[in-house]
């Protein structure tokens, strides 16, 4: 099975060029993040034209998670056990959305961004995550062989060398210990990074803001992984970052990442 996680930062925006990738990387499950819209304006038929069953959670023009699967779109759960919400009332913003794809649970996964250090963002960045791996040692307790994808837009660099140069990151979100911890502490939890170990650093990034030439000039950002359970772990057979789909006019500001699975 291919597997693929990919922040398409608008879906309506990017649907051509969605489709023209589905076609050409051949995956059969790619998680989406980003997708900017509410289920009724999701554009579902250029997946299903495709042969690609879709579920999608939106709830306005920001955030959105979405999962598209030609080998099955099973027992779909919107959110994970826990999940924090955000403003005031705190509710649950669009940024989980799991379903049982070929026998993986998949869950599409955008962590907040966090802003800044200082800003409550931050701070429900860092309960989301402690939610987040709480969910995932829950699911391993109850089945350890359980084969589970937690896919997704991270906002995390996890080390130094997946930021372009970390002295421009000084005092910023995404490389600080808190959240360097977060992401360790889902991989204590049990679920590892199949796609470095095929995509060795440095210069291996995900992400590139669209500010600056950033992306020319190679100043970008390894925030974008699948974490893979155990049992799922053992069946990784390669991985890659198509950062060709960051070229052109109309990109996304994140490359897909994509990881081969064995059959069972």
């Known amino acids: ?58 709830l306005s023009q920001w955030n959105g998670v979405a999962i598209a699967s030609r080998v099955g ?7 994970f056990p826990g999940q924090p919400g955000w403003g005031d009332p705190a509710e649950a913003e669009a940024r989980a959305l799991g379903a049982v794809c070929g026998g993986v649970r998949v869950w599409s996964l955008y962590v907040p ?20 791996r709480e969910a995932g040692e829950g699911w391993l307790a109850e089945d350890p062989r359980a084969r589970i994808a937690l896919c997704g837009d991270f906002n995390i660099a996890p080390r130094d060398d997946d930021v372009w140069d970390m002295a421009e990151f000084e005092g ?16 204590d939890a049990g679920f590892t990074d199949v796609v470095r170990p095929y995509t060795p650093g440095p210069g291996v990034y995900t992400y590139w803001d669209y500010k600056g030439l950033s992306f020319p000039k190679r100043k970008g950002m390894r925030i ?12 990784a057979a390669g991985a ?21 699975l064995r059959p069972e």
Not at 240 to 254: I, L
């Open 73 to 79: 779109l099973d027992d779909v759960r919107v959110g």
């Open 224 to 235: 974008d992984f699948v974490l893979a359970s155990p049992a799922l772990a053992e069946r």
């Open 1 to 58: 099975m291919r597997l693929a996680t990919w922040n398409v930062n608008s879906v309506r925006a990017r649907s051509e060029r969605i489709a023209a990738w589905l076609q050409r990387s051949d995956v059969d499950v790619v998680a989406l993040q980003e997708t900017k819209c509410r289920d009724d304006q999701f554009p579902t038929e250029v997946f299903t034209e495709l042969g690609y069953e879709v579920a999608h959670h939106g």
């Open 240 to 260: 890659a970052v198509d950062r060709e789909e960051r070229k052109g006019k109309g990109a996304s500001d994140h490359a897909p990442v994509i990881v081969d």
């Open 172 to 187: 910023r979100t995404h490389v600080t210990k808190p959240e360097r911890d977060a992401f360790q502490a889902l991989v």
């Open 113 to 132: 961004n966090g802003r800044e250090v200082d800003h409550p963002h931050y701070t429900y960045k860092l309960q989301w995550l402690e939610r987040l």
